[in-house]
């Protein structure tokens, strides 16, 4: 059973489009992660939603525009992106946020290629 | 600042047994992660230690010592399918997960 999944698995685009990522999770959770992996580099958290409100974002430029319209769907909103935001990017849901140490579980993620 | 500091790759034969350390430095500790991730595919959780000592799952265990920020991952009886990277992530004393760059793992025949 896949928990969380991610669509789309694989996207390339230019620098001057815009291209939504999605995220849905079928476990329950009330908070969704978006998190950046690239190569040899830890990951990256960009933003959390708790109960559909966002609670982090770490500064993240705003090309990427996080949305989450109920607890099971986080979307990412991509537009004028730069070739170094070509990565791997990750969903990820636990059951709590805020003073939690619940494992979170992950989508398969999104490669994105910039060109 | 905070930091994860894991080897980069590690090499380890079909059978074998292969530890895969991890050290922490993180304001305040809240526990301990590990997670696999095939290529191309999600990070799948495989332990959470926040007590000291060493916990088994099967092939798998993980150990924790809080006095000396350090844990360490071992696998036994070593399967080709065992080659991924592995993932060691602490929580701060804020529960924010600080990662570490992954250890890949690749298993030889």
């Known amino acids: 059973e896949t928990g969380v999944t991610q669509t789309p698995r694989h996207l390339v685009m230019g620098m001057t489009n815009k291209k939504s990522l999605k995220c849905e999770q079928h476990?329950?959770?009330?908070?969704m992660y978006w998190y950046k992996q690239s190569a040899k580099k830890p990951l990256e958290l960009m933003f959390v939603y708790n109960f559909k409100e966002q609670t982090e974002n770490n500064s993240v430029p705003s090309r990427f525009s996080p949305e989450c319209p109920n607890s099971s769907h986080l979307f990412l909103h991509l537009h004028t992106l730069q070739p170094e935001d070509s990565a791997l990017y990750l969903c990820?849901?636990?059951?709590?946020?805020?003073?939690?140490?619940?494992?979170?579980?992950f989508g398969p993620g999104t490669r994105l290629t910039v060109l | 600042g905070q930091n994860i500091d894991q080897p980069t790759e590690m090499t380890a034969t079909e059978g074998a047994i292969v530890q895969i350390n991890c050290t922490y430095q993180?304001?305040?500790?809240?526990?301990l992660f590990w997670y696999q991730q095939h290529a191309g595919e999600a990070p799948t959780f495989l332990s959470y230690?926040?007590l000291d000592g060493l916990e088994e799952k099967g092939r798998f265990s993980s150990f924790l010592s809080r006095s000396k920020g350090y844990s360490y991952l071992l696998l036994k009886e070593l399967q080709m399918k065992d080659s991924a990277s592995y993932l060691c992530a602490a929580l701060d004393s804020n529960y924010q997960l600080i990662w570490g760059a992954g250890t890949k793992l690749i298993i030889k025949p």
């Open positions: 993180t304001s305040g500790f809240n526990g």
């Open positions: 990820a849901s636990s059951r709590d946020y805020t003073g939690s140490t619940d494992t979170q579980y």
């Open positions: 230690n926040v």
């Open positions: 476990l329950g959770h009330n908070a």
